[in-house]
T-cell receptor, first 112, second 111 residues
Framework: AQTVTQSQPEMSVQEAETVTLSCTYD???????LFWYKQPPSRQMILVIR??????QNATENRFSVNFQKAAKSFSLKISDSQLGDAAMYFC?????????FGKGTKLTVNP | DVKVTQSSRYLVKRTGEKVFLECVQD?????MFWYRQDPGLGLRLIYF???????EKGDIPEGYSVSREKKERFSLILESASTNQTSMYLC??????????FGSGTRLTVV
């Protein structure tokens, strides 16, 4: 079965600085999707960014970008120019031929 | 945008009660899911459905059942609520190869 590991339960960053959240996964599939979700205190899970495994180019959405290393099975999220509104739980997720599998999350604090 | 609506934001129920959590999505998605979220444990899949009247057990189905009579609605049922089912419950829907769209969650407290 696929597993997703987020090794950082908590991270903090100063406003306007850059932070990287780590994620590794384990799979024997060659075709899959990877996601980062954000869950602010409002509890709504919001899709931040998505990466198709067959694409070598790293996905980017405004201030959010990923470093996808397929051979290493690593999928980190970089947040540039951090803002107070970025404070949230961040979940890494994997989807192959079956259902979505989540990591346990990283709580990001943004300090003013 | 796809909208996934969970009928209650907060619920308080007594031990032994039968509890229904409702979820409705408005974009004709085939797949629907129920998760529970607990601190330190992340999201754990309870049940999912790939079609009307179809259901599959997730990782932690014990103590729960589901119903999907219409494509847009997926209900989670706690047959006899217990205190260890106090949790945040999240519903989600998706197309076959897309990411999931989540509802805003129901925080259930069983006393």
């Amino acid at each position: 079965a696929q597993t997703v590991t987020q090794s950082q339960p908590e991270m903090s960053v100063q406003e306007a600085e850059t932070v990287t959240l780590s994620c590794t996964y384990d799979t024997s599939e060659s075709d899959y999707y990877l996601f980062w979700y954000k869950q602010p205190p409002s509890r709504q899970m919001i899709l931040v960014i998505r990466q198709e495994a067959y694409k070598q180019q790293n996905a980017t959405e405004n201030r959010f970008s990923v470093n996808f290393q397929k051979a290493a099975k690593s999928f980190s999220l970089k947040i540039s120019d951090s803002q107070l509104g970025d404070a949230a739980m961040y979940f890494c997720a994997y989807r192959g031929s079956e259902k979505l599998v989540f990591g346990k999350g990283t709580k990001l604090t943004v300090n003013p | 945008d796809v909208k996934v609506t969970q009928s209650s934001r907060y619920l308080v129920k007594r031990t032994g009660e039968k509890v229904f959590l409702e979820c409705v999505q408005d974009m004709d998605h085939e797949n629907m899911f129920w998760y529970r979220q607990d601190p330190g444990l992340g999201l754990r899949l309870i049940y999912f459905s790939y079609d009307v009247k179809m259901k599959e057990k997730g990782d932690i189905p014990e103590g729960y059942s589901v119903s999907r009579e219409k494509k847009e609605r997926f209900s989670l049922i706690l047959e006899s609520a217990s205190t260890n089912q106090t949790s945040m419950y999240l519903c989600a829907s998706s197309l076959q190869v897309s990411g999931y769209t989540f509802g805003s969650g129901t925080r259930l407290t069983v006393v």
